[in-house]
């Protein structure tokens, strides 16, 4: 094979061979990526009896106490018993009273409820979409955390927990939209390395 030959063929190589070390110096600069595992992270304040309004009150645009205080002039039907409809009628109308100066209309809080309407004592859960995330890791100790999907559904900061790190963990930090698919969605995961850093945060 003629020199000029020789080279044709090795210079690719090289570059290949360059770019795997670029690579490999890129991956241990930064650290390895290790998926993390979510937990929980739907409960409710006792205040609502079960009520997502945290949620709710997101959807809607309005503080979760706002919400709290149109709900206190609700009267609901007995467990087990459906409204009449002039309790209907009267229900729909506290909660508009209230919830009218923020913009939120009929149709709105008609469809913000439907979507979130569950029954606890059927083992159901309004929707969640779980969120995803990786740990960034680096001489066997995590550097960051890295959403890439923060999901959707979550009242309550959820566990997270990293396989393979023996107690480390991290603290999520929720989001709340009018948009469903980003209502109650874990914006940032701050590195906790204890359990007692790796408390739930304070839910609005």
């Known amino acids: 094979m003629k020199p000029s030959t020789k080279l044709m063929v090795l210079a690719p190589l090289a570059l290949l061979a360059m770019g795997a070390v670029a690579g490999k110096a890129q991956r241990e600069a930064s650290g390895t990526r290790v998926p993390v595992v979510f937990s929980g992270g739907h409960e409710t304040d006792r205040r609502d009896h079960g009520r997502p309004v945290?949620?709710?009150?997101?959807?809607?645009?309005?503080?979760?106490?706002?919400?709290?205080?149109?709900?206190?002039?609700?009267?609901?039907?007995?467990?087990?018993?459906?409204?009449?409809?002039?309790?209907?009628?009267?229900?729909?109308?506290?909660?508009?009273?209230?919830?009218?100066?923020?913009?939120?209309?009929?149709?709105?809080?008609?469809?913000?409820?439907?979507?979130?309407?569950?029954?606890?004592?059927?083992?159901?859960?309004?929707?969640?979409?779980?969120?995803?995330?990786?740990?960034?890791?680096?001489?066997?100790?995590?550097?960051?955390?890295?959403?890439t999907n923060g999901g959707s559904g979550y009242t309550s900061s959820p566990t997270i927990t990293v396989p393979s790190i023996p107690g480390a963990a991290g603290k999520a930090k929720l989001s709340f939209s009018e948009d469903f698919d980003k209502n109650g969605a874990v914006a940032s995961i701050a590195v906790a390395t204890t359990a007692k850093e790796n408390q739930n945060l304070e839910t609005p």
């Open 54 to 147: 945290v949620l709710v009150a997101g959807a809607l645009g309005v503080p979760p106490q706002v919400f709290r205080d149109a709900f206190s002039h609700v009267r609901p039907a007995p467990a087990g018993m459906a409204p009449e409809p002039g309790q209907v009628h009267d229900n729909k109308r506290a909660l508009l009273d209230a919830l009218g100066p923020y913009g939120v209309t009929n149709e709105r809080l008609d469809e913000v409820s439907d979507h979130y309407r569950y029954v606890r004592s059927r083992g159901e859960l309004w929707p969640v979409e779980e969120a995803t995330a990786y740990a960034l890791v680096k001489d066997g100790k995590i550097t960051k955390f890295v959403v």
